[in-house]
């Protein structure tokens, strides 16, 4: 399953004529193809986790599109594949983005270790308890709803379907980590580590936030007149808990923030010049950094690396949609050049084309995630 980033990726897919299809395939897809078999067998392991579906719902959400029901209109149950179109649409759009991943992996000579695939797995559990948080604390803050957690809701999907999605995390991980300059076997993630140790590190914080930029300049012809950073934090900063200990924010590893930048470049005692973040003006000072061991910090840095690789690699990917010869059954739809999604549902028939259109018409029936 391909990434929310990669999933918003504008396509323009050459489509190849219906007339030469393989009833069999449900996709060609360059020198590849997509079984029906494959992909109602991807659709039936989605279907048996509510967990799932619900977390598939919720990312769809995060990215700005509608919920999608599982089943179609009317459908009392999943058994024999009876999904709403949308749904299905958008796992084959899914499918079709991973094969393309995996096809620039081989191309780039990136071989997937069993290493690489567990971790894939690892940013899988990552990713989806990212979205069950996002999407919790944007609906009232309360717990993460479908499963509560990334490894709960891989639990309850069929281990053959959890491997093959761990092995697509880990194509696009790789592909993240060559754009970033980077690889993710154990010598290139220590060599990283070593690049960017600062990183990693444990920092303690001093903090001053304000709106604007006059008024960080402000705050920064205070601090260099002989103001203390706590007076200046006491009367200027929003952040009103750490304004009142005057400006103490904690400690913690900013490696994948938008301050770890900033700090980075900060010794001990020193404080920075104003940088805006979050739509707001920061002057910070590093008022301690405890260094980490690489082994305690080996997730962070997977992770950081495939931040820093990932909008690279998505252009990469968006070109090699674009160049991709693409074609599906028509029966799923079209290739939608230009369009957000791949696939194009096919148009219902219009209703004059109905004997009666109101008796063939299902009535709307709830339906989950």
Same mark, same amino acid.
């Not at 820093?308 to 998505?314: L, V």
């Given at each position: 399953?391909?990434?929310?980033?990669?999933?918003?990726?504008v396509v323009a897919a050459v489509v190849v004529l219906a007339g030469t299809f393989v009833p069999?395939?449900?996709?060609?897809?360059?020198?590849?193809?997509?079984?029906? #078999?494959?992909?109602?067998?991807?659709?039936?392991?989605?279907?048996? /986790? *509510?967990?799932?579906?619900?977390?598939?719902?919720?990312?769809?959400?995060?990215? +700005?599109?509608?919920?999608?029901?599982?089943?179609?209109? %009317?459908?009392?149950?999943? /058994?024999?594949?009876? &999904?709403?179109?949308?749904?299905?649409?958008?796992?084959?759009?899914?499918?079709?983005?991973?094969?393309?991943?995996?096809?620039?992996?081989?191309?780039?000579?990136?071989?997937?270790?069993?290493?690489?695939?567990?971790?894939?797995?690892?940013?899988?559990?990552? @990713?989806? %308890?990212?979205?069950?948080?996002?999407?919790?604390?944007?609906?009232?803050?309360?717990?993460?709803?479908?499963?509560?957690?990334?490894?709960?809701?891989?639990?309850?999907?069929?281990?053959w379907f959890v491997a093959q999605q761990s092995r697509s995390e880990a194509d696009q991980a790789?592909?993240?980590?060559?754009?970033?300059?980077?690889?993710?076997?154990?010598?290139?993630?220590?060599?990283? &580590?070593?690049?960017?140790?600062?990183?990693?590190?444990?920092?303690?914080?001093?903090?001053?936030?304000?709106?604007?930029?006059?008024?960080?300049?402000?705050? $920064?012809?205070?601090?260099?007149?002989?103001?203390?950073?706590?007076? $200046?934090?006491?009367?200027?900063?929003?952040?009103?808990?750490?304004?009142?200990?005057?400006?103490?924010? %904690?400690?913690?590893?900013?490696?994948?923030?938008?301050?770890?930048?900033?700090?980075?470049?900060?010794?001990?005692?020193?404080?920075?010049?104003?940088?805006?973040?979050?739509?707001? &003006?920061?002057?910070?000072?590093?008022t301690s950094r405890t260094p980490t061991s690489f082994a305690s910090v080996r997730t962070s840095?997977?992770?950081?690396?495939?931040?820093? +690789? #990932?909008?690279?690699?998505?252009?990469?990917?968006?070109?090699?949609?674009? @160049?991709?010869?693409?074609?599906?059954?028509?029966?799923?739809?079209?290739?939608?050049?230009?369009?957000?999604?791949?696939?194009?549902?096919?148009?219902? *028939?219009?209703?004059?084309?109905?004997?009666? *259109?109101?008796?063939?018409? *299902?009535?709307?029936?709830?339906?989950? +995630?």
């Amino acid at each position: 399953m391909k990434r929310l980033a990669a999933f918003l990726v504008v396509v323009a897919a050459v489509v190849v004529l219906a007339g030469t299809f393989v009833p069999s395939l449900a996709a060609r897809v360059g020198p590849g193809s997509i079984s029906r #078999q494959a992909r109602n067998s991807d659709l039936s392991a989605s279907a048996s /986790s *509510p967990d799932y579906t619900c977390f598939l719902s919720e990312e769809r959400q995060l990215a +700005g599109a509608r919920r999608v029901p599982l089943l179609g209109a %009317g459908t009392p149950s999943a /058994s024999g594949g009876v &999904y709403g179109t949308t749904f299905v649409d958008d796992w084959l759009d899914s499918m079709i983005t991973d094969q393309v991943a995996a096809q620039v992996a081989a191309r780039s000579r990136l071989r997937v270790t069993a290493a690489d695939v567990a971790t894939g797995r690892a940013v899988l559990i990552r @990713r989806i %308890g990212v979205v069950l948080s996002q999407f919790a604390s944007g609906t009232g803050g309360g717990p993460a709803g479908c499963g509560g957690s990334g490894a709960a809701v891989l639990s309850s999907l069929p281990s053959w379907f959890v491997a093959q999605q761990s092995r697509s995390e880990a194509d696009q991980a790789l592909l993240d980590a060559r754009a970033a300059g980077a690889g993710l076997s154990p010598a290139a993630l220590a060599a990283y &580590y070593g690049s960017h140790r600062a990183t990693f590190a444990k920092d303690c914080l001093d903090i001053i936030v304000v709106k604007t930029r006059t008024a960080a300049d402000g705050v $920064e012809r205070a601090l260099s007149g002989g103001a203390s950073f706590a007076q $200046e934090a006491a009367a200027t900063s929003l952040t009103k808990q750490s304004a009142a200990r005057g400006g103490v924010a %904690g400690c913690g590893m900013l490696a994948g923030s938008f301050l770890s930048a900033a700090v980075a470049k900060l010794a001990a005692g020193q404080t920075s010049p104003p940088f805006s973040g979050q739509g707001v &003006y920061w002057v910070v000072k590093l008022t301690s950094r405890t260094p980490t061991s690489f082994a305690s910090v080996r997730t962070s840095v997977v992770t950081a690396i495939i931040d820093a +690789g #990932q909008p690279g690699a998505d252009r990469r990917l968006a070109a090699a949609l674009r @160049r991709t010869t693409i074609s599906v059954d028509p029966r799923y739809g079209t290739v939608a050049p230009h369009r957000v999604t791949l696939v194009r549902p096919p148009r219902s *028939p219009p209703a004059t084309a109905l004997l009666s *259109p109101a008796a063939v018409r *299902p009535p709307a029936t709830p339906a989950g +995630g």
